[in-house]
């Protein structure tokens, strides 16, 4: 089981050398989920917001609220909207995205980029993120998804025990958002798209429905 202390060391850890091992690794999602945020507009919640590596790629016009369990992670996104200027981030804050301190509806995207697989309770942090969406906004997700079955799914079974130290989740199928959605009648998926690198990760995009 993933426990939100592991998560904190880790990142600890993470945290000097974070952009220099994900950063081009990871810029091409970063930009896409950008890019759809863009065409939604407004406030954004970015969950699990790290080193802020992703601010820079999104449009000035909308309004960044990042928050993070990582307080080491933060204090470099904090550095970085300081020393570039960023002034569409409104806010960082240290939370847990299994308890988002936000009213209902009070965003317009709420964008998670390799985090639901690395928080202890996925299912928890996705109820929060659909709580705190407005209708008719979107939840943007760059997510691992695992193998359905085959020799892939063996293989990141058997990595669980050991990724598991580290914060980390290696198998997480699709079956876990489509099981959560089930629960979830005013959401719909708009969007999956295989993302580098190997289509180990997707894009996902969830809109909420509005009941009026
Ligand atoms: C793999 S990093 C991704 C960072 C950034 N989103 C990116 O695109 O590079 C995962 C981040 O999620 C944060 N995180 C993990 N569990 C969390 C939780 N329960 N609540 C908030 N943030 C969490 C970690 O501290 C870390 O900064």
Redesign the pocket.
Known sequence: MIR?QD??RS?RR?APV?DIV?GKL?AHP?REAAEAAARVGGRLL??????G??LTAYAPSLSIVG????RE?LARARLRVASLGLAHVEDLIE????DLAFPDGSFDVVM????VN???DPDA?LDEFARVLRPGGEIIL?NRVGAAAGPRRAVERGLQPIVERL?WRSEFPFERFERWLGRQPSLRLVERRAMPPFGHFALLRFTRIDPS
Do not use: C, H, L, N
């Open positions: 939100t998560v904190k990142y993470w974070y994900f990871f970063r970015e969950v699990g917001v790290g080193t590596i992703a928050i993070d369990v990582s992670m939370m847990d995205a299994q998670a980029q390799y985090v690395t928080v202890p942090a760059v914060g």
